[in-house]
Nanobody
Framework: QVQLVESGGGLVQAGGSLRLSCVTS????????MGWYRQAPGKQRELVAR?????STNYADSVKGRFTISRDGTKVYLQMNSLKPEDTAVYYC?????????WGQGTQVVVSS
């Protein structure tokens, strides 16, 4: 059974930093893209950042220059700096296989002003 487990969310003041982590189990994703989505209250889920097995990355425009995605095999991380209240959301880890996308349960990030 595939599982993605996120950690690292929490409450932080604007301008602060958090580091999200995601570990996978049940299969091997080291050769597949992984990433992070987020969903703010009342909004659609959106891509935050994605990283391929070769290390190529892409980011949402709203987080470029503030967030950094990285991975270590089947673990993926999101370093979030200069956080803003609009970054408040549930953050989901994703892992892509050739047949489907897997999702974690999500971790809450709240940025206070």
């Amino acid at each position: 059974q595939v599982q993605l487990v996120e950690s690292g969310g929490g409450l932080v003041q604007a301008g602060g930093s958090l580091r999200l982590s995601c570990v996978t189990s049940g299969t091997v994703f080291s050769s597949n893209p992984m990433g992070w989505y987020r969903q703010a209250p009342g909004k659609q889920r959106e891509l935050v950042a994605r990283i391929t097995s070769g290390g190529s990355t892409n980011y949402a425009d709203s987080v470029k220059g503030r967030f950094t995605i990285s991975r270590d095999g089947t673990k993926v991380y999101l370093q979030m700096n200069s956080l803003k209240p609009e970054d408040t959301a549930v953050y989901y880890c994703i892992a892509d296989s050739p047949l489907r996308r897997y999702w974690g349960q999500g971790t809450q990030v709240v940025v206070s002003s």
